[in-house]
């Protein structure tokens, strides 16, 4: 099992940038499959960003050319670096941990509003 705290997330207007960060804490952070979903009010949970072991990125088509995922296995960190943001940007942002079974974190909240 890993336990996730995710931080970076705030009130930003549209065209900020923000960037989120998970840390993760327990053994064999190297091997678990990483990424990030969001969950806006009234919405079913999306999946943004997932980075694989060996560093490969996939995006949802929504955030693609603006989020990029990166991975620090020596820090056991995973960050979600998002520009330009728009109002539909707006959710709580989770980050999860899978090596079979799926960890969470408690998630961030970011709002972008003017």
């Known amino acids: 099992q890993v336990q996730l705290v995710e931080s970076g997330g705030g009130l930003v207007q549209p065209g900020d940038a923000l960037r989120l960060s998970c840390a993760a804490s327990?053994?064999?952070?190297?091997?678990?499959?990483m990424g990030w979903y969001r969950q806006a009010p009234g919405k079913q949970r999306e999946l943004v960003a997932v980075?694989?072991?060996?560093?490969?990125?996939n995006y949802a088509d929504s955030v693609k050319g603006r989020f990029t995922i990166s991975r620090d296995n020596a820090e056991n960190t995973v960050a979600l670096q998002m520009n330009s943001l728009n109002p539909e940007d707006t959710a709580v942002y989770y980050c999860?941990?899978?090596?079979?079974?799926?960890?969470w974190g408690q998630g961030t909240q970011v709002t972008v509003s003017s």
């Open positions: 999860y941990a899978r090596m079979g079974q799926t960890d």
């Open positions: 327990g053994s064999r952070f190297v091997l678990h499959t």
């Open positions: 980075i694989t072991i060996d560093a490969s990125a």
